[in-house]
């Protein structure tokens, strides 16, 4: 397909900071551009949303990974973005999220101890270029800031938010409704009981939290307007809390 193969795949880093009390973790995968086994110029990635561990749960590396990353960049037609990928001599280092639908800032925890393990392990004076994809350009955006609040050096020269939604992603409700009616309707099924327990056994996706994606904690908090399932009215306060802090930090 024309991507390069990952020389490091599926080093597991987790969060040294808690957010609520749990530790976000992080698989890294890197594709060195110089010398294979050291870093000396990172350029870092952070993916968007990744609803893997539900929907293909038997993947490690969830619905997007470094192989996905080198696609889009091919079909970006973008020829800076492949320049800085392919022509510049970057050690690629992605991020897959073990929990793609995570909190955004457990998530953010987790790449600022993956920035940390970089830093540590690079072998020159380099700074690093951060590149946050989608979802992963405001985890990204707030883990650099909360690493400068918090007088940490990030070694990081440049910034790259990629289609990032910093005030909010809009998700038409007429395809919650849909979603929320087919999770009502299948609960109310004899065999909803029996199926997931079934899908759980068998390791494949739980069709439930499938049609509940809209729930998940980064979902609630990325939706501008999110129809809540019960009541079937608009429920913002996630959403407003999130945008709120986030704001109040601003841009690293």
Known sequence: NGCPAPNSNGLTIQATKAYLGEYGKAIVSVYYGSVVGELH??????????????????????ETNINTFFQQVNFSNSFG???????????????????????????????????DWVNQNKMSNTPNVVLGQSMGGVIARYALKDMENNSKNH?????????????GANVPEGFQDLANHAKSFY?????????????????????????????QPAARQMLINRI???????????????QSELQTMGYP
């Open 41 to 62: 110029k990172p350029l870092i990635i952070a993916e968007g949303f990744d609803p893997g561990h539900i929907t293909v749960p038997e993947n490690q590396f969830g």
């Open 81 to 115: 973005l492949q320049n800085l990928t392919y022509y510049s001599g970057y050690d690629i280092i992605y991020v897959d999220w073990v929990n793609g639908t995570d909190y955004l800032q457990r998530n953010a925890y987790a790449l600022e101890a993956v920035i």
């Open 155 to 167: 070694q990081t020269r440049l910034y790259i938010s990629w289609d990032a939604p910093h005030q």
């Open 187 to 215: 609960i109310q099924t004899p065999a909803f009981g029996i199926t997931e327990y079934l899908l759980y056994i068998l390791g494949k996706p739980s069709i439930y939290a499938q049609l509940n994606m809209a729930n």
């Open 228 to 242: 809540n399932g019960s009541t079937n009215s608009i429920n913002n306060t996630d959403h407003t809390t999130w």
